[in-house]
């Protein structure tokens, strides 16, 4: 499934920067708080955060001096004073290309910098012109490898990662979804589902972050719901678009992908004891249906194997941050864009989806929506970033979403320049 485009594209895209933004403010404050108590040191926090130590000195004054606001990034939607115009760039991929094709690196740069007045830096330089294909990249050297450390605290690092298998005799084989925390090997998340895909991924999202929160790293395969690689045999490519790329890029949440099935060793090994147990005691207890597994799961097999194979981190701190005021239904839903018709009707895969009078405006005719698929199956319309309706999948209107909006525990943000404006919902 591809992401939105066009102008329906944009709105999200700003929405879910404002989404970015504020994740990353609450983030930041959450961290520099505990660091502050004590909780965990300095390096720690620097580490959670993906900031060098140095960087992390400027951020913890600026929050010392201005408090939650002095964590806001001011440039942000402002274009960079230094940036190199793209006239620059043409011209240099254009003497690259006719007059200096053989010439070494550091030998192109003497000569557009000396003779034809290129002012940028060598490593802008290179960088532009291996993008571009005009300049190879150095062969690796090589590396030393050694047993990778468990991560320090609760909530750096989770893997995600889906086992095929036969898990209950005589009915098809069903993926199991596994959510494992690097840190002490604690499943977080386990659900059986026909197959892996990206509708799955949001739901496995869903509830860690509505039961434990932000983390800051999730380690994956190279699944196509995951990421896209445009040529055979080669890596994925730079920049990834695809609807769980989206969600984790607007919380801020690295995204590392397994080069080998050797390389997600940890959830391997996990998944070698799942298949070596599991199987067997839903024969014993005589489950029959992967509804019924599901709920054995929840209810035994995985607070049973966190107790007997789980171990103490390192740190007793979490890197776990609450997220508060974010409509998650909203953004952890698959995303497809539209523009409403003029009788205020949108259509999805054969469905007419008709749009009620709304109080903001009296119509919403030739708007860029997007068409959302929850992770329950159900849809929604939303119009930069406000959900309008709600519908079963067959089109009908939910009419509880109309007369219930905002008592359902969900908070709506809304994000000004410098300040954010959170509206708790009643109930």
């Not at 520099?32 to 913890?60: S, Y």
């Not at 690092?157 to 604690?186: K, T, Y």
Request: proline share 4%; hydrophobic share 35%.
């Amino acid at each position: 499934m591809s992401a939105p485009t066009g102008d329906g594209l944009q709105v999200a895209m700003r929405y879910e920067q404002q989404v970015a933004r504020e994740a990353k403010v609450m983030t930041r404050s959450e961290v520099i708080q505990k660091a502050l108590e004590k909780r965990i040191t300095w390096l720690q926090a620097a580490d959670i955060l993906g900031l060098t130590p140095r960087h992390l000195a400027r951020v913890r004054m600026q929050y010392e001096e201005f408090g939650v606001p002095g964590l806001r990034d001011r440039r942000s939607g402002r274009r960079m004073p230094q940036r190199i115009p793209e006239e620059t760039v043409e011209e240099v991929c254009r003497l690259r290309k006719e007059l200096y094709p053989d010439f070494s690196m550091q030998h192109f740069f003497e000569r557009v910098t000396e003779r034809h007045g290129v002012k940028a830096s060598y490593t802008w330089m290179r960088t532009i012109l291996q993008a571009r294909g005009l300049a190879e990249k150095a062969p690796g050297r090589g590396q030393y490898r050694r047993k990778r450390e468990r991560r320090a605290m609760r909530g750096m690092l989770l893997h995600l990662d889906g086992s095929r298998h036969e898990w209950i005799a005589g009915q098809p084989m069903q993926d199991l979804n596994v959510v494992l925390d690097d840190a002490d090997g604690r499943i977080l998340f386990a659900r059986f589902v026909p197959e892996e895909g990206t509708r799955s991924t949001l739901e496995a999202l869903r509830f860690v972050l509505l039961r434990y929160g932000r983390f800051c790293e999730l380690y994956t395969d190279r699944g196509s719901h995951f990421c896209r690689t445009s040529k055979a045999s080669e890596g994925p490519d730079e920049v990834q678009q695809g609807q769980v790329a989206r969600v984790l890029k607007a919380l801020g949440i690295r995204h590392i992908l397994a080069r080998s099935p050797e390389a997600r060793g940890r959830s391997e090994r996990a998944f070698g004891t799942i298949q070596g147990r599991l199987p067997q005691e839903l024969r014993v207890e005589g489950i029959q249906t992967y509804s019924q597994a599901n709920e054995y799961l929840e209810r035994v097999f995985v607070p049973d194997f966190n107790g007997r194979f789980t171990v103490e981190p390192a740190e007793p701190e979490s890197a776990f941050v609450p997220l508060a005021g974010f409509d998650l239904d909203l953004l952890l839903s698959v995303q497809h864009d539209r523009t409403v018709r003029n009788d205020s009707t949108v259509t999805f895969e054969g469905t007419t989806l008709q749009l009620p009078p709304g109080k903001d405006r009296i119509h919403y005719v030739r708007c860029p929506v997007v068409v959302h698929v929850f992770v329950d199956g159900s849809l929604g319309i939303s119009y930069q970033g406000k959900l309008l309706a709600r519908y079963s999948r067959d089109g009908e209107l939910i009419r509880q979403h109309l007369e219930k909006q905002g008592k359902a525990g969900r908070r709506a943000v809304s994000v000004g320049d410098n300040e954010r404006t959170s509206i708790a919902a009643n109930g």
